[in-house]
Every structure is written in structure tokens, then in C-alpha cells.
């Protein structure tokens, strides 16, 4: 998010436009917290994680007192148009502002990849670097032990993180949301792998599926090989951005400013088969999500 935020105010004053930075998110715009910002004030965040203008929840955006109080404070610090930058929520929160008069335009960016409008969003690249590096290391302990990890990364409901790390870490079986749950299907699997003469295994499922304690235990249990479970949580959130979440979240940053140059707003920008789109917000809010059936066929069949 801060590659985006550094290009978008970089190409801005190129093109002659001030840039005010919102604190914490919806927030900002009720609490009247804005930055100035220019050239210099965002150098040196381009390799950081996190986000170097805070976010956070803010339900009063959700209230008509809310918006209104945002639309009043955009008005008085003659704020003409504004780039928003996280998932549906926010983008939400953008068609309300730009119903009522402020030109918003979205910028896709959550680890979850969860986004049907985009076929990226920006720290997707750094989350499934993190998740491959940690599942790299619990394989250590998994091969030396003879063991089975069970490992939960996040997701909100996707099962994108998990697919991919999963193919990317040579997981025995992948468990995501957009398929049936099925814990004898898992073990039957890991019993198969084992009569080829595999004795471990990792597991990679995505959150809020199943406790993965307990399907650890299930696994003991069943196939007596040692196991155990690890919930990697918001270390998957943190860390110098990847170069493919900079550079798209770059790209992102300078084709949101453009479409605010040309007096375009209620639009949210998309990488769409490698190049950078942008969509209606109500359009891009209605379109379906899309499973990637082909990976998680590779992810789960491959003999190992
Ligand atoms: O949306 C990003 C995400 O990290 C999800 O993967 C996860 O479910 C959620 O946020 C965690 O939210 P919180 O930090 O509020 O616990």
C-alpha cells in the first residue's frame, strides 16, 4: 500500500494536483485528520509493510451522520476527488462518496485476493511469499520428525492463499473454503501418500473452516503419524513488500490519479489478464468471484 500511496503522490505533482493523505482510513475524512503530502514525505516507505497513513475500522462511515460529516470535511479542505485503497468494504464506502459528489476511485489491496473485480490485489504477492517461506521451515521439523503439519493461513472466506501456497509448498492436501470439507478425504490421502513411502506431510488449509487442532488429532488418530497444527496468523499480514506487489501497486497508484486528472471518478481499478483496467464501482461490486478449479486440481492431486 505504501508503493501506491508514494505513486500516486509522485505522479500527481508531476501532473500539477495536491495530494492530502487521509489518516486511518474512513476515519480521516470524520475526524477531519488529513496530511499534506508531497514528493519528499513519501520517501523511503516504498519497502515497508503496513501502511504508513494507518487504517482502521470505521463504522460511523456506515451511518448517514457519518458520510455526511466526510462529505462536509472533503468540501471544506477542497478535497476534488479521492483514490481509496483496500477491499469491497472500502470500495463500498467509495460508491457512497461519490453518490453523494466526491469522484472516488479504488485501488485493490488485501492479502485474501478476495476482490471478483480484479484478478490481483496488491499484498497477495507478499502474503503467499511469507506463508511459502514459514511452510518451508515447518517442513524441516515435518521431514526430520517424520510428522504431519497442519498449517491455517487467512483468506476472510477466499481460498486463494491457501491454493497457491499450497501448490507452492508441495502440500499433500489443500482445504479451502470453496470446496466441501472433508476430513477422511485428507487422511485418505495421507494414508495413500504413506503405502508410496512418504512419512510427512503438510497440510495447508485456509482459516475459518475447521479447527486445525483438531483435524491434527483427527490425523493422529487415524494414521498414528505424529501431528501438529500451526496457525501462522498476521505475521502473514507484515514484511517488506514483494517486487510484484510494488510494481503493480505503482501502476495501480499512477492509473487511479489519471482517471481523477480527466474528472473520472466511481471507478476501481483492476489487473485483468496483466493489464491494468478500470470498472464501474457498482459493476465491479455486483461481478462474481471466481474459483481457480484448475489450481486447486493441481494442488491436490499430484502424487507426492
Ligand atoms: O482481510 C485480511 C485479513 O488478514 C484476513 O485474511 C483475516 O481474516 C482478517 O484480515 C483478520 O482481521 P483482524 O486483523 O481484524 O483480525
Redo the contacts with the bound molecule.
Sequence with gaps: MNAAVRFIVRSAEAMGIKVKGVMRGYNGLIENHFVDLDIRSVSDIIQRGGTALYTA?CPKFKTEEGINEAIKNCKESGIEGLIVIG?DGSFRGARDLSLHGIPCVGIPA???N?ISSTDYTIGFDTAMNTVVELVDKLRDTACSHDRCSVVEV????AGD?ALQCGLAVGATSVIVPEKTYDPEAVITKIRETQKRGRNHFIIVVS??LCDVRELAKQIEESTCIESRATILG?I??GGSPTLRDRVVASKMGYAAVELLKNGIGNRVIALKNCEIVNYDIFEALNMPKTFDEETYLLANMILS
Excluded: A, P, S
Design positions: 475500522r477491499g488485501t492479502i485474501d478476495d487467512m483468506g476472510h472466506g492463499l482459516e475459518g498476521h502473514q499480514r
